[in-house]
């Protein structure tokens, strides 16, 4: 079997939860990437912390998510243009480093699944960028977070959501829950809605954090990584929230624009995902061999 052949079998093994082992020169990459992250850690944090003595809406959040986003192996690279202020994005969800290559393109704030905060530095990293994060089960939390996220929107200027619930292996799209986008019935004076599309390329389905992966081992085989791969940010065409008649209406039509960008990205049509996930309710459709 060829390393490549080993290496998708480790993935496939780790969407099952197997632990994926590393072998020396993995670990190394691990490390050196690692210690990398902590260096950044060391500047970044102290500038960001001097920066709110004197001024508010720190910079150094989004340039260390941006750097991390480089490190761990992303090169972001981004079309059309984001909005800056008044913005809700709704985003399909791959992995963590979604967060931040998207917090490194426009500073965006975050609503997340609670499972992210457990994940060794990215939890931590998220919360510096004021992260919303929800737990999917938690369905009598649901106004406490729409708050939250409230909240969120008026400081920040920009939130991003998730709407699927859950990450996916980058060729699928599962159905939006627009229980957050509850937050725009009715929509804040100004606020626009803009889709955005993460391609991950050829390597989406091995960066993908899926199934029964847990999250540390899949931060762990992301920075064993060889190499680099493209991340491309899609920003699509802004829309008003006002022009459709409640967060339904305002989700499908995110919905529609980000299946048809995600579609001419990957060349053929988004497939249904092949995995149960139980706490958004999706069950994957039985398989003809």
Same mark, same amino acid.
């Given at each position: 079997?060829?390393?490549?052949?080993?290496?998708?079998?480790?993935?496939?093994?780790?969407?099952?939860?197997?632990?994926?082992?590393?072998?020396?020169?993995?670990?190394?990459?691990?490390?050196?990437?690692?210690?990398?992250?902590?260096?950044?850690?060391?500047?970044?944090?102290?500038?960001?912390?001097?920066?709110?003595?004197?001024?508010?809406?720190?910079?150094?959040?989004?340039?260390?998510?941006?750097?991390?986003?480089?490190?761990?192996?992303?090169?972001?690279?981004?079309?059309?243009?984001?909005?800056?202020?008044?913005?809700?994005?709704?985003?399909?969800?791959?992995?963590?480093?979604?967060?931040?290559?998207?917090?490194?393109?426009?500073?965006?704030?975050?609503?997340?699944?609670?499972?992210?905060?457990?994940?060794?530095?990215?939890?931590?990293?998220?919360? !510096? +960028?004021?992260?919303?994060?929800?737990?999917? *089960?938690?369905?009598? =939390?649901?106004?406490?977070?729409?708050?939250?996220? $409230? @909240?969120?929107?008026?400081?920040?200027?920009?939130?991003?959501?998730?709407?699927?619930?859950?990450?996916?292996?980058?060729?699928?799209?599962?159905?939006?829950?627009?229980?957050?986008?509850?937050?725009?019935?009715?929509?804040?004076?100004?606020?626009?809605?803009?889709?955005?599309?993460?391609?991950?390329?050829?390597?989406?389905?091995?960066?993908?954090?899926?199934?029964?992966?847990?999250?540390?081992?899949?931060?762990?085989?992301?920075?064993?990584?060889?190499?680099?791969?493209?991340?491309? !940010? +899609?920003?699509?065409?802004?829309?008003?929230? *006002?022009?459709?008649? =409640?967060?339904?209406?305002?989700?499908?039509?995110? $919905? @529609?624009?980000?299946?048809?960008?995600?579609?001419?990205?990957?060349?053929?049509?988004?497939?249904?995902?092949?995995?149960?996930?139980?706490?958004?309710?999706?069950?994957?459709?039985?398989?003809?061999?």
């Amino acid at each position: 079997m060829d390393p490549d052949s080993r290496d998708w079998a480790h993935r496939a093994a780790a969407a099952k939860g197997v632990p994926t082992p590393l072998n020396a020169i993995q670990w190394i990459r691990f490390t050196v990437r690692l210690l990398m992250i902590v260096l950044a850690l060391f500047i970044f944090v102290p500038a960001h912390y001097a920066y709110r003595i004197f001024a508010y809406g720190s910079p150094f959040p989004m340039w260390f998510l941006g750097l991390t986003a480089r490190i761990v192996g992303a090169k972001v690279e981004t079309r059309g243009v984001p909005l800056r202020r008044d913005v809700f994005f709704i985003a399909n969800h791959v992995s963590w480093i979604d967060i931040l290559s998207l917090a490194g393109a426009s500073g965006t704030a975050f609503v997340a699944k609670q499972e992210l905060a457990q994940v060794p530095v990215i939890g931590w990293l998220c919360r !510096l +960028n004021r992260t919303v994060f929800v737990k999917r *089960e938690n369905r009598l =939390g649901v106004a406490e977070q729409i708050n939250a996220l $409230r @909240e969120a929107l008026m400081d920040n200027w920009s939130v991003t959501i998730f709407p699927e619930g859950t990450t996916t292996d980058g060729h699928s799209l599962l159905p939006f829950k627009s229980s957050m986008i509850s937050v725009l019935e009715p929509p804040p004076p100004g606020v626009m809605v803009q889709p955005v599309v993460l391609d991950y390329g050829e390597v989406a389905e091995w960066i993908g954090w899926i199934d029964n992966e847990g999250g540390v081992n899949n931060f762990k085989r992301v920075l064993a990584r060889k190499g680099t791969f493209t991340l491309v !940010l +899609n920003y699509l065409e802004p829309f008003s929230p *006002e022009e459709y008649h =409640g967060r339904k209406a305002i989700s499908a039509k995110a $919905r @529609e624009m980000i299946e048809e960008q995600l579609e001419a990205s990957l060349g053929h049509p988004v497939r249904p995902f092949k995995f149960n996930v139980e706490p958004i309710r999706y069950s994957a459709p039985e398989m003809i061999e």
